[in-house]
């Protein structure tokens, strides 16, 4: 399928990447490649190459690039209606937070939508000070205290980066907010020993997805929520990248921990296969013993809101989105799909993998350092490992994403082939066999 380029008015003679140097911020380090067009699991860029998109925009194309089911969706309504305010009764929200209630959480509760992932995590963080401030201290004052860990990552905000447990995300932007302690992921006796009478939330991801890869314990996840129970404290869980059918199941941490109850879920990415959209529930319960306020209603009128977040586009991409992943089963493809896709590699005990782990298709390789470094194909003044096999995957045709400095990970649509999958196996054995014979 060949699509025609839009005429830009005055479009410039400079490069794609003479352009971003020079009327863009450089705070992305960005790689040698202009994607023009995509179709399913497959990118396109400015020079016709062809790429096996396996990173899918980081988790976030979770049907592929472009399905009829969002181009549908945006063409409909956006002839009906693009935006209108807050201020309305936007249909499309009652819709999905239907959606969101009933199908994915199967748990009382209400919706709030915004624009990203970051923005949703700080919803999640405003409800915790609004409960913090409901549920006070014995004397008297607000608690405050949030409790999260090591390697998680929670979005650019300040709120996002005074959670985030990496320092590389703060460097430079204190102060930070106030009342967040990191604790190493999976110590349930650490965890244990950090509560206090200050505590009034833990937030977490139940799969580290930034961070490389790692998933909570099902021992570990249940610790959280009983001493939540017992202090009344929240358990928040951010699945920006984990939810939504990735790791094989509507809710990303029912595949660890099949009924854990969470106080409020944050969504992002996936959620509308490329269009911006955020969503937060937050369950039906009361706010204290001695209180009739339900949690879900907390964040009353005039308390927090924005301008774009769950307008009539979003919602009916999102809707479309959802609906389409209920109606192909695609939970349960992602989870026998990844499962195979981690059994295959670690079958392969290659050199230079050391583990290859994951939850449906969030899926991380851990490359092994010391053996990339003997090959003779990168050395650590290079810059990090991951990206080193990044970079060599993509000129071999297939687009991952690093998480962190040692791990290649592959967020591949939800709907993506068999065939695909084997194509991009068989490029990732070729490009790690070269590597392994020092090559680039
Ligand atoms: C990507 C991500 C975020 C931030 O989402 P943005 O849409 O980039 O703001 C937050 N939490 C997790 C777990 C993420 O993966």
Not at 114 to 123: D, K, L, P, V
Not at 360 to 387: C, Q, R, T, V, Y
Request: neutral net charge; contains cysteine.
């Amino acid at each position: 399928m060949n699509v025609p380029v839009p005429a830009v008015a005055e479009a410039s003679s400079a490069s794609t990447a003479q352009l971003l140097a020079k009327y863009t911020v450089p705070n992305y380090g960005r790689l040698p490649l202009a994607p023009q067009r995509g179709d399913g699991s497959w990118l396109y860029d400015e020079n016709g190459r062809q790429f096996l998109d396996f990173g899918g925009g980081v988790a976030v194309c979770s049907l592929g690039h472009c399905p009829p089911a969002i181009t549908t969706a945006l063409t409909e309504q956006g002839h009906r209606l693009i935006h209108c305010s807050n201020w309305y009764q936007i249909r499309g929200q009652g819709e999905l937070g239907r959606f969101l209630v009933e199908t994915v959480m199967e748990s009382p509760g209400k919706c709030l939508f915004c624009n990203s992932g970051a923005e949703a995590n700080e919803a999640l963080l405003k409800l915790a000070r609004k409960f913090g401030h409901l549920t006070p201290k014995a004397d008297g004052s607000p608690r405050r205290g949030i409790i999260t860990f090591n390697n998680s990552f929670h979005g650019r905000t300040f709120g996002g980066i005074s959670a985030t447990g990496q320092d590389k995300v703060k460097t430079g932007f204190g102060p930070l907010l106030e009342g967040f302690s990191h604790l190493p992921f999976n110590d349930i006796a650490a965890l244990e020993a950090a509560f206090n009478e200050d505590t009034v939330a833990i937030l977490l991801e139940p799969v580290q997805g930034e961070g490389g890869i790692h998933i909570a314990s099902p021992e570990f996840l249940r610790a959280c929520e009983q001493l939540c129970t017992r202090h009344n404290a929240l358990l928040l869980l951010d699945e920006v990248q984990s939810g939504l059918g990735r790791t094989g199941h509507w809710c990303g941490w029912k595949p660890i921990a099949p009924n854990l109850t969470p106080d409020a879920v944050s969504w992002a990415k996936g959620i509308a296969g490329g269009f911006p959209l955020g969503a937060v529930w937050i369950r039906d319960r009361p706010v204290s013993s001695s209180d009739h306020l339900a949690l879900c209603d907390v964040l009353g009128p005039g308390s927090h809101g924005t301008t774009y977040g769950g307008n009539p586009l979003g919602c009916a991409v999102a809707l479309a989105v959802l609906s389409e992943i209920k109606r192909l089963n695609l939970c349960a493809a992602s989870a026998s799909l990844g499962a195979d896709i981690v059994r295959t590699v670690n079958a392969w005990h290659h050199p230079l993998i050391s583990s290859a782990r994951g939850l449906g298709l969030l899926i991380g390789f851990e490359i092994n350092p010391d053996a990339l470094e003997a090959s003779g194909s990168w050395k650590h003044d290079d810059g990090m490992a991951s990206m080193a096999v990044v970079k060599a995957l993509m000129a071999d045709g297939l687009l991952t994403v690093a998480a962190g400095p040692l791990v290649v990970r592959w967020l591949p649509p939800l709907n993506v082939s068999t065939d695909e999958i084997n194509t991009a196996l068989s490029i990732m054995r070729r490009t790690l066999d070269r590597m392994a014979n020092g090559g680039k």
